[in-house]
T-cell receptor, first 114, second 111 residues
């Protein structure tokens, strides 16, 4: 089935460690996105990519990094510079960047910093 | 992007229609109204979107007022599985447009 796969579903890390969250899609979508969600809050955009080898900062990019070397993959690295990394991270894709249609979301990755 | 205002929560009885309101008084002429929902600890799911006219699909109906300053999402026969947070979002088309999710409205469907 076509869709978006995020892994791992749950992740624990110690303070000061970098961690990379995986996001893979087989929908042949050009655009991909990373959002962060804190308890009881809406989603905040971290980074987005409209095309391979290109990405833009969202509203809360500090402490995060991404790459888009392949159309299918958009990994997110949470670096030690992110002051409060414990959150629910959601990856999404769309056929083209918000030209038409909707975002398709993965099931999320829950990161806990110990 | 224009902002939206939604009540924090509402409930309805199973089998009845759920009418979820959204105010977007500063919406621009080229901005669409989108609705998503998020069931607890899952990724959001697209429901419907519209520009001016009312829209209907297999999940819901979207009613947009003539002045476009507000809209209502209607779930015609709510079930317990419709319990979720519903997000109303407005955005324009274009490469610089971002989809911004607020806190949404929590719908609780009671048996």
């Amino acid at each position: 089935d076509g869709g978006i796969t995020q892994s791992p579903k749950y992740l624990f890390r110690k303070e000061g460690q970098n961690v990379t969250l995986s996001c893979e899609q087989n929908l042949n979508h050009d655009a991909m996105y990373w959002y962060r969600q804190d308890p009881g809050q809406g989603l905040r955009l971290i980074y987005y990519s409209q095309i391979v080898n290109d990405f833009q900062k969202g509203d809360i990019a500090e402490g995060y990094s991404v790459s888009r070397e392949k159309k299918e993959s958009f990994p997110l690295t949470v670096t030690s510079a992110q002051k409060n990394p414990t959150a629910f991270y959601l990856c999404a894709s769309s056929p083209r960047h918000l030209i038409a249609g909707e975002l398709f979301f993965g099931e999320g990755s829950r990161l806990t910093v110990l | 992007d224009a902002k939206t205002t939604q009540p924090p929560s509402m409930d309805c009885a199973e089998g009845r229609a759920a009418n979820l309101p959204c105010n977007h008084s500063t919406i621009s002429g080229n901005e669409y109204v989108y609705w998503y929902r998020q069931i607890h600890s899952q990724g959001p799911q697209y429901i419907i979107h519209g520009l001016k006219n009312n829209e209907t699909n297999e999940m819901a109906s979207l009613i947009i007022t003539e002045d476009r300053k507000s809209s209502t999402l209607i779930l015609p026969h709510a079930t317990l599985r419709d319990t979720a947070v519903y997000y109303c979002i407005v955005r324009a088309l274009g490469a610089n447009s971002k989809l911004t999710f607020g806190k949404g409205i929590t719908l609780s469907v009671r048996p």
